[in-house]
Protein backbone atom coordinates (compact mmCIF):
# COMPACT_ATOMS: atom_id res chain seq x y z
CA UNK A 1 0.00 0.00 0.00
CA UNK A 2 1.35 3.28 -1.01
CA UNK A 3 0.08 6.88 -0.47
CA UNK A 4 -1.44 8.61 -4.06
CA UNK A 5 -2.50 11.90 -4.56
CA UNK A 6 -6.02 10.58 -4.48
CA UNK A 7 -5.07 9.39 -0.97
CA UNK A 8 -4.01 6.40 1.42
CA UNK A 9 -5.33 3.78 -0.67
CA UNK A 10 -5.55 3.75 -4.72
CA UNK A 11 -8.50 2.84 -6.81
CA UNK A 12 -9.20 -0.77 -6.85
CA UNK A 13 -8.41 -1.32 -3.12
CA UNK A 14 -10.25 -4.30 -1.77
CA UNK A 15 -10.96 -4.25 1.92
CA UNK A 16 -12.69 -7.45 3.59
CA UNK A 17 -12.95 -9.25 -0.27
CA UNK A 18 -16.28 -6.93 -0.31
CA UNK A 19 -15.76 -2.94 -0.51
CA UNK A 20 -13.70 -1.54 -3.75
CA UNK A 21 -12.28 1.94 -3.38
CA UNK A 22 -13.50 3.56 -6.24
CA UNK A 23 -12.40 7.51 -5.25
CA UNK A 24 -11.73 9.72 -2.70
CA UNK A 25 -14.54 12.45 -1.36
CA UNK A 26 -12.24 14.04 1.00
CA UNK A 27 -9.83 13.99 4.04
CA UNK A 28 -10.64 15.34 7.70
CA UNK A 29 -8.82 15.53 10.65
CA UNK A 30 -8.95 11.74 12.02
CA UNK A 31 -10.27 10.03 8.61
CA UNK A 32 -10.36 10.01 5.17
CA UNK A 33 -13.86 9.12 3.33
CA UNK A 34 -14.03 7.36 0.41
CA UNK A 35 -16.54 6.29 -2.47
CA UNK A 36 -16.59 2.47 -2.67
CA UNK A 37 -18.73 -0.43 -4.00
CA UNK A 38 -20.35 -3.08 -1.71
CA UNK A 39 -19.27 -6.19 -4.29
CA UNK A 40 -21.37 -8.67 -3.15
CA UNK A 41 -24.69 -5.71 -3.28
CA UNK A 42 -23.60 -3.62 -6.08
CA UNK A 43 -23.98 -0.77 -4.14
CA UNK A 44 -22.48 2.13 -3.64
CA UNK A 45 -21.33 3.12 0.11
CA UNK A 46 -19.67 5.83 1.58
CA UNK A 47 -16.16 3.86 3.63
CA UNK A 48 -14.39 6.37 6.42
CA UNK A 49 -11.11 5.14 7.22
CA UNK A 50 -8.25 6.05 10.32
CA UNK A 51 -5.93 7.79 8.97
CA UNK A 52 -2.74 5.80 9.21
CA UNK A 53 -1.11 7.93 11.92
CA UNK A 54 -3.23 7.20 14.73
CA UNK A 55 -3.49 3.33 13.80
CA UNK A 56 -1.56 3.03 17.27
CA UNK A 57 -3.42 5.64 19.00
CA UNK A 58 -6.07 3.82 21.19
CA UNK A 59 -8.28 6.79 21.98
CA UNK A 60 -8.62 7.34 18.19
CA UNK A 61 -9.68 3.91 17.37
CA UNK A 62 -12.38 4.00 20.35
CA UNK A 63 -13.52 7.23 18.91
CA UNK A 64 -14.26 5.59 15.65
CA UNK A 65 -15.60 2.80 17.25
CA UNK A 66 -17.71 4.98 19.30
CA UNK A 67 -19.07 6.93 16.28
CA UNK A 68 -20.66 3.89 14.58
CA UNK A 69 -21.97 2.65 17.27
CA UNK A 70 -23.85 6.01 17.94
CA UNK A 71 -24.71 6.65 13.99
CA UNK A 72 -26.39 3.30 14.01
CA UNK A 73 -28.09 3.60 17.28
CA UNK A 74 -31.34 5.25 16.29
CA UNK A 75 -32.13 4.41 12.31
CA UNK A 76 -33.09 8.03 12.14
CA UNK A 77 -33.88 9.03 8.82
CA UNK A 78 -32.23 12.22 9.54
CA UNK A 79 -28.98 10.83 10.58
CA UNK A 80 -26.54 8.99 7.98
CA UNK A 81 -27.00 5.23 8.44
CA UNK A 82 -23.82 3.11 9.43
CA UNK A 83 -24.36 -0.45 7.80
CA UNK A 84 -20.50 -2.07 8.86
CA UNK A 85 -17.32 -1.67 10.20
CA UNK A 86 -14.45 -3.74 9.85
CA UNK A 87 -10.61 -3.71 9.58
CA UNK A 88 -7.91 -3.39 6.85
CA UNK A 89 -4.76 -3.86 8.15
CA UNK A 90 -4.39 -2.03 11.53
CA UNK A 91 -6.84 0.62 10.81
CA UNK A 92 -10.71 0.87 11.26
CA UNK A 93 -13.00 1.73 8.84
CA UNK A 94 -17.14 2.18 9.34
CA UNK A 95 -19.13 1.58 6.06
CA UNK A 96 -22.11 4.19 5.46
CA UNK A 97 -24.43 4.71 3.11
CA UNK A 98 -23.81 7.38 0.13
CA UNK A 99 -25.09 10.57 0.35
CA UNK A 100 -25.32 13.10 -2.72
CA UNK A 101 -25.30 16.60 -1.72
CA UNK A 102 -23.23 19.07 -0.66
CA UNK A 103 -22.90 20.18 3.50
CA UNK A 104 -25.16 23.04 5.26
CA UNK A 105 -21.81 24.87 5.43
CA UNK A 106 -21.35 25.04 1.59
CA UNK A 107 -25.03 26.44 1.30
CA UNK A 108 -24.24 28.79 3.80
CA UNK A 109 -20.69 29.43 2.04
CA UNK A 110 -23.67 31.20 -1.08
CA UNK A 111 -25.64 33.63 1.66
CA UNK A 112 -28.72 32.80 4.42
CA UNK A 113 -30.69 30.68 4.30
CA UNK A 114 -34.80 31.93 4.14
CA UNK A 115 -36.11 31.48 7.03
CA UNK A 116 -38.84 29.22 6.17
CA UNK A 117 -36.00 26.80 5.10
CA UNK A 118 -34.21 27.42 7.79
CA UNK A 119 -37.02 26.69 9.74
CA UNK A 120 -37.60 23.02 8.12
CA UNK A 121 -34.23 21.86 8.43
CA UNK A 122 -33.20 22.77 11.59
CA UNK A 123 -37.15 21.08 12.49
CA UNK A 124 -34.96 17.60 11.27
CA UNK A 125 -31.91 18.68 13.07
CA UNK A 126 -33.74 18.75 16.23
CA UNK A 127 -36.11 15.96 15.64
CA UNK A 128 -32.81 14.04 15.10
CA UNK A 129 -31.19 14.82 18.16
CA UNK A 130 -34.14 14.13 20.03
CA UNK A 131 -33.63 10.38 18.53
CA UNK A 132 -29.52 10.71 19.44
CA UNK A 133 -30.89 11.69 23.42
CA UNK A 134 -33.43 9.31 23.97
CA UNK A 135 -30.14 6.75 23.57
CA UNK A 136 -28.53 8.42 26.35
CA UNK A 137 -25.98 10.35 23.68
CA UNK A 138 -24.87 13.52 23.19
CA UNK A 139 -23.52 14.53 19.51
CA UNK A 140 -20.96 17.19 20.98
CA UNK A 141 -20.03 18.74 17.45
CA UNK A 142 -23.22 19.91 15.76
CA UNK A 143 -22.33 22.37 12.94
CA UNK A 144 -22.74 23.27 9.80
CA UNK A 145 -20.15 21.24 8.93
CA UNK A 146 -21.16 17.80 10.07
CA UNK A 147 -24.92 18.36 8.33
CA UNK A 148 -25.43 17.10 4.83
CA UNK A 149 -27.91 18.08 2.55
CA UNK A 150 -28.98 15.43 -0.05
CA UNK A 151 -32.53 15.04 -1.81
CA UNK A 152 -35.39 13.23 -0.19
CA UNK A 153 -38.10 10.90 -2.16
CA UNK A 154 -40.65 13.35 -1.90
CA UNK A 155 -38.10 15.54 -3.65
CA UNK A 156 -37.08 18.58 -1.71
CA UNK A 157 -33.92 18.88 0.41
CA UNK A 158 -33.48 17.29 3.37
CA UNK A 159 -30.49 17.02 6.12
CA UNK A 160 -28.54 14.32 7.40
CA UNK A 161 -26.30 14.31 10.39
CA UNK A 162 -23.35 12.90 10.33
CA UNK A 163 -19.62 12.31 12.34
CA UNK A 164 -20.67 11.00 16.07
CA UNK A 165 -16.75 11.03 16.37
CA UNK A 166 -16.50 13.13 19.70
CA UNK A 167 -20.51 11.77 20.89
CA UNK A 168 -20.55 10.87 24.41
CA UNK A 169 -22.72 8.40 26.65
CA UNK A 170 -24.63 10.38 29.47
CA UNK A 171 -25.43 7.06 31.15
CA UNK A 172 -23.56 6.61 34.82
CA UNK A 173 -21.88 3.61 33.59
CA UNK A 174 -20.60 4.67 29.97
CA UNK A 175 -17.38 3.19 28.79
CA UNK A 176 -14.88 5.55 30.54
CA UNK A 177 -13.42 5.59 26.79
CA UNK A 178 -16.34 7.97 26.08
CA UNK A 179 -15.43 10.65 28.57
CA UNK A 180 -13.14 13.46 28.50
CA UNK A 181 -10.75 13.79 31.26
CA UNK A 182 -10.78 16.78 33.38
CA UNK A 183 -9.23 20.25 31.43
CA UNK A 184 -9.30 18.73 28.17
CA UNK A 185 -11.68 20.82 25.82
CA UNK A 186 -13.71 18.93 23.13
CA UNK A 187 -15.05 19.63 19.71
CA UNK A 188 -15.00 23.27 17.36
CA UNK A 189 -14.69 26.38 19.80
CA UNK A 190 -17.49 28.09 17.57
CA UNK A 191 -19.73 24.84 17.53
CA UNK A 192 -19.43 24.02 21.71
CA UNK A 193 -21.65 24.88 24.30
CA UNK A 194 -19.92 27.09 27.30
CA UNK A 195 -19.75 24.28 29.55
CA UNK A 196 -17.89 22.42 26.90
CA UNK A 197 -15.46 25.57 26.92
CA UNK A 198 -15.09 24.77 30.76
CA UNK A 199 -14.22 21.14 29.93
CA UNK A 200 -17.23 20.01 32.45
CA UNK A 201 -17.59 16.39 32.37
CA UNK A 202 -21.02 16.25 33.31
CA UNK A 203 -22.34 17.26 29.47
CA UNK A 204 -26.09 16.26 29.02
CA UNK A 205 -28.60 16.78 25.55
CA UNK A 206 -28.77 20.93 26.46
CA UNK A 207 -25.28 21.49 25.28
CA UNK A 208 -26.23 19.95 21.84
CA UNK A 209 -29.27 22.52 22.20
CA UNK A 210 -26.82 25.09 22.74
CA UNK A 211 -25.15 23.98 18.87
CA UNK A 212 -28.59 23.89 17.60
CA UNK A 213 -28.97 27.45 18.26
CA UNK A 214 -25.62 28.44 16.80
CA UNK A 215 -26.55 26.62 13.41
CA UNK A 216 -30.14 28.12 13.33
CA UNK A 217 -28.00 31.36 13.63
CA UNK A 218 -25.56 30.71 11.31
CA UNK A 219 -28.28 29.66 8.56
CA UNK A 220 -30.20 32.56 9.17
CA UNK A 221 -27.27 35.29 9.69
CA UNK A 222 -24.19 33.66 7.19
CA UNK A 223 -21.94 33.76 10.28
CA UNK A 224 -21.25 32.35 13.59
CA UNK A 225 -22.52 33.94 16.73
CA UNK A 226 -19.23 33.61 18.37
CA UNK A 227 -17.27 33.98 15.49
CA UNK A 228 -13.89 36.26 15.93
CA UNK A 229 -9.86 36.19 14.58
CA UNK A 230 -8.75 33.52 17.12
CA UNK A 231 -9.81 30.68 19.01
CA UNK A 232 -9.72 32.66 22.21
CA UNK A 233 -11.70 35.88 20.82
CA UNK A 234 -14.23 33.11 19.67
CA UNK A 235 -13.64 31.09 23.76
CA UNK A 236 -14.12 34.73 25.05
CA UNK A 237 -17.39 35.68 23.38
CA UNK A 238 -19.32 32.39 24.26
CA UNK A 239 -18.20 32.27 27.81
CA UNK A 240 -20.05 35.80 27.68
CA UNK A 241 -22.57 35.00 25.67
CA UNK A 242 -21.88 37.99 23.45
CA UNK A 243 -23.62 37.86 19.89
CA UNK A 244 -25.80 40.35 18.15
CA UNK A 245 -29.05 39.81 17.42
CA UNK A 246 -29.46 37.67 13.91
CA UNK A 247 -31.97 40.28 13.02
CA UNK A 248 -29.82 43.23 13.42
CA UNK A 249 -27.48 41.23 10.69
CA UNK A 250 -30.37 39.86 8.84
CA UNK A 251 -33.47 42.27 8.26
CA UNK A 252 -35.57 39.25 7.64
CA UNK A 253 -35.47 37.72 10.03
CA UNK A 254 -38.74 38.19 12.17
CA UNK A 255 -37.11 39.69 16.18
CA UNK A 256 -39.22 36.67 17.65
CA UNK A 257 -36.80 34.21 16.40
CA UNK A 258 -33.98 36.51 18.31
CA UNK A 259 -35.49 35.25 21.48
CA UNK A 260 -35.36 31.55 20.79
CA UNK A 261 -32.36 31.73 19.41
CA UNK A 262 -30.65 34.01 23.03
CA UNK A 263 -32.64 31.00 25.08
CA UNK A 264 -31.06 28.53 23.04
CA UNK A 265 -27.80 30.37 23.42
CA UNK A 266 -28.07 31.14 27.09
CA UNK A 267 -24.83 30.94 28.99
CA UNK A 268 -26.11 28.79 31.66
CA UNK A 269 -27.63 25.37 30.57
CA UNK A 270 -30.52 26.15 33.02
CA UNK A 271 -31.75 28.91 31.00
CA UNK A 272 -31.86 26.94 27.84
CA UNK A 273 -34.69 24.60 26.67
CA UNK A 274 -34.26 21.80 28.46
CA UNK A 275 -34.78 19.85 25.86
CA UNK A 276 -34.48 19.34 22.11
CA UNK A 277 -38.20 18.71 21.63
CA UNK A 278 -38.94 21.60 23.87
CA UNK A 279 -37.03 23.89 21.19
CA UNK A 280 -38.82 21.92 18.18
CA UNK A 281 -42.28 23.20 19.96
CA UNK A 282 -41.51 26.70 20.49
CA UNK A 283 -39.67 26.86 16.47
CA UNK A 284 -43.25 25.36 15.42
CA UNK A 285 -45.14 27.61 17.46
CA UNK A 286 -42.80 30.49 15.61
CA UNK A 287 -43.79 29.24 12.35
CA UNK A 288 -47.64 28.88 13.30
CA UNK A 289 -47.09 32.73 13.91
CA UNK A 290 -45.24 33.63 11.33
CA UNK A 291 -47.84 31.92 8.87
CA UNK A 292 -50.79 34.16 10.30
CA UNK A 293 -48.80 37.01 10.79
CA UNK A 294 -48.81 37.43 13.97
CA UNK A 295 -45.18 37.82 14.74
CA UNK A 296 -45.17 41.08 13.50
CA UNK A 297 -46.95 42.28 16.70
CA UNK A 298 -45.87 40.07 19.07
CA UNK A 299 -43.19 39.12 21.56
CA UNK A 300 -43.68 35.67 20.39
CA UNK A 301 -45.60 32.47 22.32
CA UNK A 302 -45.97 32.37 26.28
CA UNK A 303 -43.57 29.45 26.17
CA UNK A 304 -40.39 30.97 24.83
CA UNK A 305 -40.58 33.94 26.52
CA UNK A 306 -39.38 32.66 30.39
CA UNK A 307 -35.75 32.91 31.47
CA UNK A 308 -34.39 33.84 28.66
CA UNK A 309 -30.60 34.92 28.70
CA UNK A 310 -30.51 37.79 26.00
CA UNK A 311 -27.16 39.21 24.84
CA UNK A 312 -25.92 42.49 26.63
CA UNK A 313 -27.02 44.67 23.58
CA UNK A 314 -30.64 43.22 23.63
CA UNK A 315 -31.12 43.41 27.38
CA UNK A 316 -32.88 46.33 29.78
CA UNK A 317 -32.79 47.22 33.11
CA UNK A 318 -36.49 47.20 35.08
CA UNK A 319 -37.30 49.42 38.01
CA UNK A 320 -36.29 47.00 40.35
CA UNK A 321 -32.42 46.47 38.45
CA UNK A 322 -33.60 42.79 36.88
CA UNK A 323 -32.84 42.57 33.61
CA UNK A 324 -35.71 42.03 31.29
CA UNK A 325 -35.93 41.23 27.72
CA UNK A 326 -36.74 43.06 25.14
CA UNK A 327 -40.20 42.30 23.15
CA UNK A 328 -41.07 42.87 19.47
CA UNK A 329 -42.11 46.38 19.40
CA UNK A 330 -46.05 46.57 18.23
CA UNK A 331 -46.26 48.54 14.96
CA UNK A 332 -47.70 51.79 15.33
CA UNK A 333 -48.58 54.77 13.39
CA UNK A 334 -46.26 57.92 14.65
CA UNK A 335 -46.50 61.86 13.91
CA UNK A 336 -43.28 62.80 12.58
CA UNK A 337 -41.66 65.91 13.48
CA UNK A 338 -41.35 68.22 10.26
CA UNK A 339 -37.84 69.11 9.10
CA UNK A 340 -37.17 72.26 8.37
CA UNK A 341 -35.57 73.35 4.51
CA UNK A 342 -32.55 74.97 4.61
CA UNK A 343 -32.91 78.76 3.19
CA UNK A 344 -31.05 79.28 0.41
CA UNK A 345 -27.83 81.77 0.39
CA UNK A 346 -28.95 85.22 0.69
CA UNK A 347 -32.57 84.16 1.11
CA UNK A 348 -33.44 85.30 4.39
CA UNK A 349 -35.18 82.17 6.58
CA UNK A 350 -38.79 82.07 6.63
CA UNK A 351 -40.59 82.23 10.28
CA UNK A 352 -44.22 81.56 10.91
CA UNK A 353 -45.87 82.98 13.79
CA UNK A 354 -49.72 81.49 14.72
CA UNK A 355 -51.83 82.98 17.27
CA UNK A 356 -52.73 81.28 20.11
CA UNK A 357 -56.08 79.65 19.98
CA UNK A 358 -55.49 79.62 15.60
CA UNK A 359 -58.07 77.06 14.38
CA UNK A 360 -56.88 75.02 11.50
CA UNK A 361 -59.05 76.56 8.51
CA UNK A 362 -59.12 80.04 9.64
CA UNK A 363 -57.40 82.92 8.51
CA UNK A 364 -54.93 83.87 10.93
CA UNK A 365 -54.64 87.58 11.84
CA UNK A 366 -51.54 89.68 12.74
CA UNK A 367 -49.50 88.54 15.76
CA UNK A 368 -50.34 90.14 18.83
CA UNK A 369 -47.99 92.23 20.77
CA UNK A 370 -48.06 89.52 23.54
CA UNK A 371 -46.57 87.07 20.86
CA UNK A 372 -43.93 90.16 20.02
CA UNK A 373 -43.25 90.21 23.35
CA UNK A 374 -42.53 86.28 23.62
CA UNK A 375 -40.51 86.37 20.61
CA UNK A 376 -38.30 89.20 22.36
CA UNK A 377 -37.74 87.03 25.82
CA UNK A 378 -36.56 83.99 23.86
CA UNK A 379 -33.94 86.40 22.50
CA UNK A 380 -33.11 87.23 25.85
CA UNK A 381 -32.96 83.95 27.18
CA UNK A 382 -30.77 83.07 24.23
CA UNK A 383 -28.40 84.78 25.41
CA UNK A 384 -27.97 83.12 29.06
CA UNK A 385 -27.61 80.16 27.17
CA UNK A 386 -24.55 81.55 25.51
CA UNK A 387 -23.58 82.92 28.63
CA UNK A 388 -24.21 79.41 30.75
CA UNK A 389 -22.26 77.92 27.59
CA UNK A 390 -19.09 80.22 28.16
CA UNK A 391 -18.71 79.80 31.64
CA UNK A 392 -19.00 75.90 31.59
CA UNK A 393 -16.37 75.80 28.89
CA UNK A 394 -14.09 78.26 31.13
CA UNK A 395 -14.72 76.04 34.03
CA UNK A 396 -13.74 72.68 31.62
CA UNK A 397 -10.55 74.51 30.68
CA UNK A 398 -9.64 75.81 34.25
CA UNK A 399 -10.06 72.03 35.68
CA UNK A 400 -8.95 69.72 32.36
CA UNK A 401 -6.70 67.82 34.41
CA UNK A 402 -8.79 66.78 37.43
CA UNK A 403 -11.50 66.00 35.13
CA UNK A 404 -9.34 63.59 32.46
CA UNK A 405 -7.98 62.05 35.64
CA UNK A 406 -11.30 61.15 37.40
CA UNK A 407 -12.24 60.40 33.52
CA UNK A 408 -9.22 57.68 33.14
CA UNK A 409 -9.78 56.17 37.08
CA UNK A 410 -13.60 55.27 35.75
CA UNK A 411 -12.25 53.87 32.62
CA UNK A 412 -9.83 51.65 34.61
CA UNK A 413 -12.41 50.96 37.14
CA UNK A 414 -15.32 49.62 34.01
CA UNK A 415 -12.60 47.74 32.64
CA UNK A 416 -11.53 45.94 35.57
CA UNK A 417 -15.71 44.98 35.67
CA UNK A 418 -14.35 42.59 32.22
CA UNK A 419 -12.43 39.37 33.18
CA UNK A 420 -9.29 38.02 31.30
CA UNK A 421 -9.14 34.66 29.75
CA UNK A 422 -6.20 32.52 30.45
CA UNK A 423 -5.94 29.06 28.56
CA UNK A 424 -3.38 27.18 30.52
CA UNK A 425 -1.93 24.34 28.82
CA UNK A 426 -0.16 22.36 31.13
CA UNK A 427 1.86 18.72 30.38
CA UNK A 428 0.71 16.80 31.90
CA UNK A 429 -2.75 17.11 31.36
CA UNK A 430 -5.12 17.22 34.36
CA UNK A 431 -2.46 19.21 36.58
CA UNK A 432 -4.24 21.32 38.83
CA UNK A 433 -3.62 25.26 38.96
CA UNK A 434 -3.70 27.77 42.03
CA UNK A 435 -4.38 30.97 41.52
CA UNK A 436 -3.19 33.14 44.49
CA UNK A 437 -3.62 30.11 46.48
CA UNK A 438 -5.98 29.06 45.41
CA UNK A 439 -7.66 25.85 43.09
CA UNK A 440 -8.97 27.18 40.40
CA UNK A 441 -10.35 24.41 37.61
CA UNK A 442 -11.89 27.23 35.05
CA UNK A 443 -10.94 26.09 31.27
CA UNK A 444 -9.78 28.80 30.53
CA UNK A 445 -9.06 30.47 33.75
CA UNK A 446 -11.43 33.44 34.60
CA UNK A 447 -9.37 35.97 36.35
CA UNK A 448 -10.74 39.92 37.01
CA UNK A 449 -8.73 42.38 34.86
CA UNK A 450 -5.72 44.26 37.08
CA UNK A 451 -2.74 45.40 36.59
CA UNK A 452 -1.15 43.56 39.96
CA UNK A 453 0.72 40.35 39.51
CA UNK A 454 -1.15 37.22 40.34
CA UNK A 455 0.05 33.67 41.51
CA UNK A 456 -0.44 30.73 39.50
CA UNK A 457 1.20 27.64 40.67
CA UNK A 458 0.67 24.12 39.07
CA UNK A 459 0.95 20.64 40.42
CA UNK A 460 0.67 17.28 39.43
CA UNK A 461 1.71 14.13 40.86
CA UNK A 462 5.24 12.95 40.38
CA UNK A 463 6.13 15.92 38.96
CA UNK A 464 7.90 19.09 40.47
CA UNK A 465 5.71 22.21 41.27
CA UNK A 466 6.32 25.40 39.41
CA UNK A 467 5.29 28.72 40.81
CA UNK A 468 4.68 31.83 38.10
CA UNK A 469 3.62 35.37 37.67
CA UNK A 470 1.59 36.86 35.34
CA UNK A 471 -0.45 40.36 34.94
CA UNK A 472 -3.80 39.14 33.99
CA UNK A 473 -4.15 42.99 31.70
CA UNK A 474 -5.12 40.57 28.13
CA UNK A 475 -6.38 37.35 27.26
CA UNK A 476 -3.11 34.94 26.53
CA UNK A 477 -2.63 31.59 26.30
CA UNK A 478 0.43 29.53 28.80
CA UNK A 479 1.78 26.58 27.61
CA UNK A 480 3.46 24.93 31.14
CA UNK A 481 5.67 21.74 30.76
CA UNK A 482 6.54 20.10 34.66
CA UNK A 483 9.29 18.29 35.73
CA UNK A 484 9.25 14.86 36.64
CA UNK A 485 10.45 14.35 40.20
CA UNK A 486 14.01 12.80 40.26
Do not use: C
Not at 14 to 24: G, Q
Not at 83 to 94: A, L, N, V
Not at 216 to 231: I, K, N
Not at 370 to 389: D, E, K, T, Y
Amino acid sequence: MTDTEEGTFSSGTVFEAKYRIERLLGRGGMGEVYAATHTLLDKLVAVKVLLPEYAKDAAMVSRMTREARAASATGHPNIALVTDMGWTGDRPFIVMEMIDGETLESRIARGPVPVDLALTWMDQILDALEAVHAKDLIHRDLKPANLMLTPSREGPLMIKVLDFGISKSTQADADTTGKTGTGQIVGTPRAMAPEQARALSDLDARADVHAAGSVLYTMLTGVSPFAGPTVMAVLARLLEGRFAPASSLNPAVPQILDTVIAKALAVERDHRYASARAMRTALAEVRTQLDSGMALTSAGPPSIQSDVDLPRDRTLETPTGSPMPLATPTITAVAEPMETQPSMPGEPSLQLDVPEGWVPGQPASSPPAASRRVRSSINWGWWAMVSVLVAVIVGVWLNWDALTAAAGDVAEDAGAAEPVLILVDTKPKGAIVFVDGVQNDDRPLQIPRSRTPVKLRIVADGYEPRVMQIVPERTRRLKIELTRLR
